[in-house]
């Protein structure tokens, strides 16, 4: 279990505001963080990854405690075993591919576990390419594969996919649920693509002005039931062909009749009644 009680003042989107996140996540699974921009998500990633103190808090993962500001503990970045992969890939741009993952193992390489990644990432032909010789999604397969061979108890996903194209995004979400089942690490993942959010995160803390709204399964944070004791669920068109579409809500895929208007990456409220499951 992953615990996480955390104080901090800030100057968000919407003025001064408390930072205030008390939650237990579940090991081995992928947790998202979604919010507006400028409410908090990326201060508690760098809470969490001791880049930014808190005024006050508690952070235990894995039995080992990181931080608890009562009994002055504080482990440093270096001391906590995370990876943490950034929109903006931030690589070392006069290093290999090979020599990027190498400097993320510190003094003690694992020899096998390069190796592996670079097979499983599809980058062994590209092992002596600069960074700047690559495409946008070989540098975040390169971002993903440096921070899992500090094999790390956590790994932090800042918007890891969203400076990508649509069909990149979605082959490497594929690639990072196999990762995941792989490795069985436990992740945290800041997303504002609901879709995204449905096709990776088995559960979400939806997060605005600093403050929990909501934690719970995608369904339950993104659903909501009708008068009628209907539920609908939020989802996304993820593509559109002749005259059906296909939406992703609650980890699953839907088809429908495609309404004018409409384009792929649109937010859609389903009704069970008016939609036929295909996955």
Request: include cysteine; proline fraction near 4%; hydrophobic fraction near 45%.
């Amino acid at each position: 279990m992953i615990s996480i009680s955390i104080r901090k003042k800030l100057n968000m989107a919407g003025g001064p505001a408390d930072l205030v996140v008390d939650a237990e996540l579940p090991l081995q699974n992928i947790t998202a963080l979604y919010g507006p921009s400028g409410s908090g998500k990326t201060s508690l990633l760098k809470i969490i990854a001791g880049l930014t103190q808190p005024d006050e808090g508690f952070i235990q993962v894995n039995n080992e405690v990181w931080l608890d500001t009562k009994n002055k503990i504080n482990l440093p970045p270096q001391k906590r075993n995370i990876g943490f992969v950034f929109q903006d890939y931030a690589l070392f741009p006069n290093m290999t591919v090979e020599g990027n993952l190498r400097y993320a193992c510190s003094k003690n390489v694992d020899e096998e576990l390069v190796k592996h990644l670079l097979v499983v990432t599809g980058l062994t032909a590209f092992a002596n390419h600069k960074p700047a010789t690559l495409s946008g999604g070989q540098k975040q397969r390169v971002a993903l594969a440096r921070a899992l061979v500090r094999k790390p108890s956590l790994l932090l996903l800042d918007e890891p996919l969203s400076a990508l194209d649509n069909e990149t995004r979605l082959q490497l979400q594929q690639e990072l649920l196999q990762f995941q089942k792989e490795y069985k690490f436990s992740a945290l993942l800041v997303s504002h693509d609901i879709a995204e959010i449905y096709q990776l995160a088995k559960s979400v803390i939806s997060i605005d002005g600093g403050k929990v709204l909501k934690v719970g399964r995608p369904a339950e944070v993104f659903g909501f039931a009708t008068n009628a004791g209907q539920i609908n669920l939020i989802g996304q068109i993820v593509s559109i062909d002749n005259e059906m579409m296909e939406v992703l809500a609650d980890q699953r895929l839907y088809q429908l009749k495609y309404v004018e208007g409409l384009s792929v990456g649109d937010k859609v409220c389903l009704a069970f009644a008016d939609v036929k499951k295909i996955g």
